[in-house]
T-cell receptor, first 114, second 111 residues
């Protein structure tokens, strides 16, 4: 069974450009989470989808970030325009049940904004 | 509000020595607690979790953690470190539909 897949694995973009990160959850997992780790700091929650609906987006930093999950399958996280402080590692996780007792994380996307 | 504090951003041990990574939590409700590991160039992998069953939890790769309510701690241990244990370790507490992570502890294992 495939795990949670994220791509790209790395992305280097210039300040002001747009980047779209993608997460493919484990098949059948209705719950999908995005997290971010800014360099040297703790991993922080961004948002939570149940199927295609946003359940909690309290962790989204600002309106330059837009997450979607059309059809309740894969999710995208778009940053537009990117700023230097957006650099970090973006993790996606999925679970069949709510909560994280059975959540699986992807390998993350390392975003560098220069 | 829930929070996690990991004491020591870097820990270094000799191969074969005891590994002890410290985690203290704060939670207003009975917590679910987790330890994750991130090996170089890999994603987050669940080591073990506490979900209010046994207070001593055994995980993968010989790791275990003990939930101590009186001390609000969930320290991670391994009796004998192996070179392959070198990685970054994260303690987390489960909030309402989200995980609250500590800042991480990077474990170095030297010969």
């Amino acid at each position: 069974e495939a795990g949670v897949t994220q791509f790209p694995s790395h992305s280097v973009i210039e300040k002001g450009q747009t980047v779209t990160l993608r997460c493919d959850p484990i098949s059948g997992h209705d719950n999908l989470y995005w997290y971010r780790r800014v360099m040297g700091k703790e991993i922080k929650f961004l948002l939570h989808f149940v199927k295609e609906s946003k359940q909690d987006e309290s962790g989204m930093p600002n309106n330059r970030f837009l997450a979607e999950r059309t059809g309740g399958t894969y999710s995208t996280l778009k940053v537009q325009p990117a700023e230097l402080e957006d650099s970090g590692v973006y993790f996606c996780a999925s679970s069949q049940l709510r909560g994280h007792t059975e959540a699986f994380f992807g390998q993350g996307t390392r975003l560098t904004v220069v | 509000a829930q929070s996690v504090t990991q004491l020591g951003s870097h820990v270094s041990v000799s191969e074969g020595a005891l590994v002890l990574l410290r985690c203290n939590y704060s939670s207003s409700v009975p917590p679910y607690l987790f330890w994750y590991v991130q090996y170089p160039n890999q994603g987050l992998q669940l080591l073990l979790k506490y979900t209010s069953a046994a207070t001593l939890v055994k995980g993968i790769n010989g790791f275990e953690a003990e939930f101590k309510k009186s001390e609000t701690s969930f320290h991670l241990t391994k009796p004998s470190a192996h070179m392959s244990d070198a990685a970054e370790y994260f303690c987390a507490v489960s909030g309402y539909n989200k995980l609250i992570f500590g800042a991480g502890t990077r474990l170095a294992v030297h010969p």
